[in-house]
């Protein structure tokens, strides 16, 4: 799930692009040629350095791109309130209503990558602090613009000039959602996540069909369910797999029997869990009830780097955390297993406080996080991963601590307290980790190798874990490198053995998943 684009250009400085583009940057009162001809007057800024600013520019635009597609992408941010199109140049200006939500649209898309059609593109602010626009041209854009604002404000569109079937009323509040190129497991707690930007997610219910994993998710309001069809119908979950395809059911009701991992009501916590599927915690089905605009600020692709964002703070949050957070993990491989190796491996999506290995069932452990969102986030990474041979099942416990034994007490090493840990990758506020947490992969991303340290001697190193090395590369200034394992598997265990390794003269090896590939 390649959170972060190499190339993307997400900033304040002015790109060259924007720079070039002449009509753009002449005098304050230069008329902008678009979309054929239509002569848009501009108050532009006579600087070099953008600060925040409510309008977006966008670069790299695919061609024929529509302006619903554009509007799309501030959509979930706030209310969108002008568009340019310079479709000539396969660019656009996108104002949006408070300079706060085109801050938290800029701080978005620094850790994921936006995309167009399956097609990365650049986002920064523009000098221009409005747009100022001659409302009888360009009808188009602002026929478009109108109807999605009619539907963001609860109504319905007006006007049919812009010919997008998308913003026809919405004739139910569910909607049926097919995951396509499931590379990444999808849960239903995922799903809640990204739905619930747009409204009051009510029921879920998952299944397979055709050899494909499917959803019908209800909204509260068939306005939430348009808003969300408009801005996530083609997306992807994670880079490059999980495309989202969204169509509005026949149904206009659910109804779910059971509250577990494949179906939820969420104004219905007291159902049961029905045979042989975990409960849901009747707290988290209470909070995650609840109209959660907070939890991912997310239209896609959702990576890793976005929810741990979100978990940051840099994407706008109600100021809680969602309870919850301990996780139970099965089917370890009991011979092999201990409370440190599942330290650092769930560690690469949160700070782990405590882990518990069951004394009656070793197969099984209690791991807990720091709070509800770091939990999810290792959940969705790590469930029905490889880990020592076995394909490891991860759900929320029940439980909102893990116990310590009783003082005296012997249990063969199989409790432990990371509280105080040093090796917390997550402990300092907006550390730059929270924006490169990727799902596990054959490559990994290497840091803090000591100057005398050769891409053979790290290439022995990874090999001796019990894997084969099939690529390496150093990065300029030599103290990091990327290292390609055959498979994920041979990376999880490279990762649980060498992250942390005494390379020497007082350097730790850090080892992480990357999100690139050699």
Known sequence: MDGIASDVAVGVKRSSDELLSG???????????????????????????????????????????SETE???????????TNILMLKGKNQAFLELGTEEAAVTMVNYYTAVTPQVRNVPVFIQYSNHKELKTDSALNQR?????????????????????????????????VLRIII?????????????????????????????????????????????????????????????????????SKLVNLNVKYNNDKSRDYTRPELPAGDGQPPV?????????????????????????????AAAGRVALSGHSTPGGVLLVSNLNDEMVTPQSLFTLFGVYGDVQRVKILYNK??????????????????SHLNGQKMYGKIIRVTLS???????????LDDQGLTKDFTSSPLHRFKKPGSKNFQNIFPPSATLHLSNIPDNVTEEDLRLLFSNSGGTVKAFKFFQDRKMALLQMSTVEEAIQALI????????????????FSKSTI
């Open 497 to 512: 053995d060498l992250h942390n390794y005494d390379m020497g003269r007082g350097h730790r090896l850090r080892v992480s």
């Open 23 to 65: 009509s753009l940057y002449n005098s304050p009162n230069s008329s902008v040629t678009a979309n054929g001809g239509d002569s848009k007057k501009l108050r532009v800024e006579d600087s070099m350095d953008s600060p925040p600013s409510r309008v977006i520019h966008i670069r790299k635009l695919p061609n024929e791109v």
């Open 180 to 248: 396509d190129n499931m590379f990444y497991p999808v849960t239903l707690d995922v799903l809640q996540q990204i739905f619930s930007k747009f409204g009051t997610v009510m029921k879920i219910i998952t299944f397979t069909k055709n050899n494909q994993f499917q959803a019908l998710l209800q909204f509260s309001d068939p306005v939430n369910a348009q808003q969300a069809k408009l801005s996530l119908d083609g997306q992807n979950i994670y880079n490059s797999c999980c495309t989202l395809r969204i169509d509005f």
């Open 398 to 408: 029940k439980h909102q601590t893990v116990q310590l034994p009783r003082e005296g």
């Open 141 to 173: 854009a602002q026929a478009v613009l109108q109807a999605v604002s009619a539907v963001q404000e609860g109504g319905s569109p007006s006007s049919d000039t812009a010919g997008e079937s998308v913003l026809t009323p919405a004739p139910s509040p």
């Open 70 to 80: 554009v509007i799309a992408l501030g959509l979930p941010f706030g209310k969108v």
């Open 281 to 309: 915690d009747p707290s988290v089905a209470a909070a995650l009830s609840k109209d959660s605009t907070s939890l991912l600020g997310a239209i896609s692709p959702l990576s890793a780097a976005a929810a741990a964002a």
């Open 362 to 379: 070793k197969d099984s452990a209690l791991i807990q996080m720091s709070d509800g969102n770091q939990a999810q986030l290792a959940m």
